[in-house]
């Protein structure tokens, strides 16, 4: 039987060369883990754009900086909807620049083909991480991405997945008043009918929460947006 | 002594089929079910476990006669701990892609019940060499499980095989489907429970 001491001591040792081995390893891989998610981010960026990553071709980190670099202006904007000049989007600190936030468009030929926002906000298990895209005319969803969440696989998670993606595209986040109400994804799934079908998406079965929760966090996030956006939408309608 | 000694072989290969921690002894089954839907996700799952169990079976065999049998647990757990947090950051450096597909089921393997078990069962009584092979072969007898639901979750749920199409379309065009089943949980129950029947009669194992 081995001493007190001995054990204290011996603990003590094996915390240090493990604590000392998993530093290293974590302060030797920072680089490199750090710009993946980068390159994840952008990625996210680029495919709410409408870019594809093709099976045959997937994009390396090198790929995604070319194409991003090529295609994509990242800019801030402030809470009345003004665009904030030499401020890279990288650079915002959300603890002092809570009033400022990041778009990015795609530019193709000096033509703008879309805009696209991040959003985020609870699920139900934790937090999710997207981004929400916007065609030139300020009004009509592009596409929504999430390149963050702990969802549950199969339920909430399916918000990954193209059947749902899909389903935003073409629809309206405002009325024909042109007051924001967002896009809501409807338990049970639409009434074809329904005269609200241009602000409705089919939710998920099983994802009630889940889909609350994106309904609500989309639409506060549009609304920090929406200074611009109806700047956007105002100038197009004259 | 010889490399390869009868014993030694032994703790190698006995895992593999007659003594397989998961078909035979049930173990570490959770991550079997989990990261099955495709090849690429289970066979580097698979390695991540092989190293892990290899490396940690070594480490505390080499310090099996200093280690206090008071803690043994914790300090089983802490060498684990960190070959698993170690994998991870590999994995989020060089395969970025796969970790976030693999997500938590690697912080995970810190929990799988046949690591923990080789450490104690088998590492704290046994020599480094030995419980290396002992590490390696486990570690090789729950992947070859691992894959063997993977290969046929993969082909049934998605009619691919290691992201290669191999059902032609034109079964697709009269009037074949994939199996929506074998994507979900239960698919994977069901393979396993397969396997575990088979490899039985295989091995000739009766139930005492």
């Not at chain 1, 915002?92 to 000096?110: A, S, T």
């Not at chain 2, 290396?132 to 894959?147: A, F, S, W």
């Amino acid at each position: 039987m081995h001493s007190n001491n001995y054990t204290l001591m011996f603990t003590a040792i094996l915390t240090i060369v493990l604590g000392f081995f998993v530093s290293t390893a974590d302060s030797s891989l920072k680089e490199m883990r750090e710009k993946n998610i980068e390159a994840d981010i952008r990625k996210n960026i680029l495919s709410s754009l409408g870019f594809e990553e093709l099976e045959q071709e997937p994009w390396t980190n090198e790929k995604v900086d070319k194409m991003f670099s090529q295609s994509i202006v990242g800019f801030v904007i402030d809470s009345a909807g003004n665009v904030i000049e030499d401020k890279d989007p990288r650079n915002i600190d959300p603890e002092i620049d809570y009033n400022q936030f990041p778009i990015y468009k795609r530019v193709e030929d000096g033509i703008i083909e879309g805009y696209s926002i991040p959003i985020s906000g609870k699920g139900l298990w934790g937090t999710m991480y997207g981004y929400f895209s916007i065609e030139p005319d300020g009004a009509t969803a592009k596409g929504i991405t999430f390149y963050s969440h702990i969802e549950t696989p199969g339920l909430g998670a399916e918000v990954d997945k193209p059947w749902f993606q899909n389903n935003y595209p073409g629809k309206k986040f405002v009325d024909p008043a042109g007051n924001l109400i967002g896009i809501q994804a409807i338990k049970g799934g639409v009434d074809k009918t329904s005269p609200d079908l241009y602000h409705q998406v089919d939710g998920i079965s099983g994802a009630t929460m889940t889909t609350k929760g994106l309904n609500s966090f989309l639409l506060k996030d549009l609304k920090n947006y929406d200074p611009y956006l109806s700047k956007i939408r105002n100038s197009r309608s004259i | 002594m010889a490399l390869l000694n009868k014993k030694s072989k032994k703790a190698f290969s006995d895992p593999l089929m007659s003594n397989n921690p998961i078909s035979l002894q049930v173990l570490g089954i959770c991550s079997a079910l989990a990261v099955t839907v495709k090849m690429d996700t289970a066979v580097v799952m698979s390695l991540a476990v092989i190293f892990v169990l290899a490396v940690s079976n070594t480490v505390i065999a080499i310090l099996r006669k200093m280690i206090p049998g008071k803690v043994r647990i914790i300090v089983q757990l802490s060498v684990i701990a960190s070959m698993v947090v170690f994998i991870d950051l590999v994995l989020k450096a060089y395969f970025y892609d796969m970790s976030k597909q693999l997500s938590v089921f690697v912080g995970l393997i810190i929990t799988n019940c046949i690591i923990m078990g080789r450490a104690e069962a088998f590492a704290m009584q046994n020599g480094p060499w030995r419980s290396l092979l002992d590490g390696i072969g486990n570690g090789i007898g729950y992947g070859g499980i691992l894959i063997g639901v993977a290969f046929f979750r993969e082909l049934l749920g998605s009619g691919t095989f290691y992201g290669y199409q191999v059902i032609p379309d034109s079964f697709y065009a009269a009037g074949y489907e994939n199996m929506g089943l074998m994507v979900l949980s239960p698919g994977a129950f069901i393979i396993l429970g397969l396997i575990v029947w088979a490899q039985r009669l295989i091995a000739n194992i009766e139930e005492e």
